[in-house]
């Protein structure tokens, strides 16, 4: 059994039979819902987002609580209204300097103060993710996140 089934077909309602590739590419862009894109500073590592307290218990600490209160004005200053319904969100990250970084230590932090700051009710909703590391910005780094409704 071949790996790729050469006879079904993956367009999506609308597209010419006759499309390139990038026609194709094109009008799905065209076609998302892109909600919101945002500017945000560069949030602390999962490392540094947590602290455990003096029973062991582990809670968000300083540079998180920090970096929630950052998103939460933000998000206040430009009046984003709560996103309901399934969510996409696409992040372009600019690293502060040029240590080696993990991505994945961005995403429970920046998440989590998202939904802080009222973006959405809960991150569940969030179910395509995606991130760029680019290179490293010499004022903080920052991110550039997207945010769009998917179907």
């Known amino acids: 059994m071949p790996l790729i089934d050469d006879?079904?077909?993956?367009?999506?309602?609308?597209?010419?039979?006759?499309?390139?590739?990038?026609?194709?590419?094109?009008?799905?862009?065209?076609?998302?819902?892109?909600?919101?894109?945002?500017?945000?500073?560069?949030?602390?590592t999962i490392n540094h987002y947590y602290q455990r307290g003096k029973a062991g218990r582990l809670s968000v600490g300083a540079r998180g609580i920090e970096y929630r209160q950052q998103v939460?004005?933000?998000?206040?200053?430009?009046?984003?209204?709560?996103?309901?319904?399934?969510?996409?969100?696409?992040?372009?990250a600019y690293p502060p300097?040029?240590?080696?970084?993990?991505?994945?230590?961005?995403?429970?932090?920046?998440?989590?103060?998202?939904t802080h700051g009222g973006l959405w009710e809960d991150d569940s909703i969030v179910t395509c993710q995606g991130i760029i590391m680019d290179d490293p910005r010499a004022n903080g780094g920052g991110l550039t996140v997207q945010v769009w409704k998917t179907t």
């Open 72 to 92: 939460r004005t933000l998000l206040m200053c430009r009046r984003i209204q709560p996103v309901a319904g399934i969510v996409g969100i696409a992040v372009l």
């Open 97 to 114: 300097d040029r240590r080696k970084r993990d991505a994945d230590n961005l995403w429970k932090c920046l998440l989590d103060s998202l």
């Open 7 to 44: 006879t079904t077909d993956y367009r999506v309602d609308g597209e010419r039979p006759d499309a390139t590739p990038v026609e194709r590419l094109r009008a799905r862009l065209e076609a998302v819902e892109l909600s919101i894109i945002l500017a945000l500073p560069y949030p602390p």
